[in-house]
């Protein structure tokens, strides 16, 4: 556990920047995404053949590329925190295995075999009286505004509608506009705001019946 402590700061769905949020005391309802089948969605974007699956220890080598990549971008809103320093990938491997072991769902979208985005699907607390699942995602520079992070979103979306849950939340910068476009796009609505940030969420609507 300090081993996966020490690579990075996640924030959930929820909006709680700067959290340790592995280790942040929770009672996730285990069962909400372990009951998916597991699933291999394509599309042709671009000319490129984009899959989103769920990601597997096997994948620790490039995520830890891939968050050092977004570490030196120094982004802050992407829902992680990373250091600059290179992220080795026996940390991803420990994050990885934490986050099952909470119930979270980690999805990779891979653009002609190459990992480009992923986004983590945070099971819902059992006290809500709708189940949403948070969200967090980040593509890589090179392939943003590439259909990645929809395909992404819409395997988030898939997932939710087959355990019948409320729907989805995140939280995203206000001057994020191309984000914010893409959320829309997808059906997601703003539910609360602040000075900085906007709260959307997208609701199952199979679910609300």
């Known amino acids: 556990m ?3 402590q020490d690579c990075c700061l996640i924030r ?8 340790k ?9 285990k069962a909400d995404f372990r009951r998916v089948n597991l ?3 394509e599309a042709r974007l671009d000319h490129m053949m984009t899959t989103v699956r769920k990601a597997t220890e096997s994948d620790q080598a490039a995520l830890a590329a891939l968050l050092t990549s977004l570490g030196e971008e120094g982004l802050d809103d992407i829902g992680i925190v990373i250091d600059t320093t290179p992220v080795p990938p026996e940390h991803v491997g420990a994050v990885l295995r934490f986050l099952g072991s909470q119930g979270t769902s980690v999805l990779l979208a ?5 990992l480009a985005g992923f986004l983590l699907l945070a ?3 059992d006290s809500a009286d709708m189940q949403y699942g948070g969200v ?28 019948r849950l409320g729907g989805l939340r995140l939280e995203v910068r206000r001057n994020n506009q191309p984000a914010i476009h893409l959320y829309k796009k997808l059906a997601f ?3 609360d705001e602040t000075e900085t940030d906007l709260k959307m969420g997208w609701q199952n609507k199979a679910a609300a019946h």
């Open 2 to 4: 300090g081993v996966a």
């Open 12 to 19: 959930d769905g929820w909006g709680r920047r700067g959290e």
């Open 21 to 29: 949020w592995p280790f942040r005391a929770r009672s996730p309802r």
């Open 39 to 41: 699933f291999c969605l």
């Open 110 to 114: 891979e653009c002609d075999g190459t």
């Open 123 to 125: 099971c819902p607390d």
């Open 136 to 163: 967090t995602m980040a593509v890589a520079r090179d392939c943003r505004r590439q259909g990645i992070g929809s395909a992404l979103l819409a395997a988030a979306q898939r997932m939710v509608e087959t355990n």
């Open 189 to 191: 609505e703003v539910i």
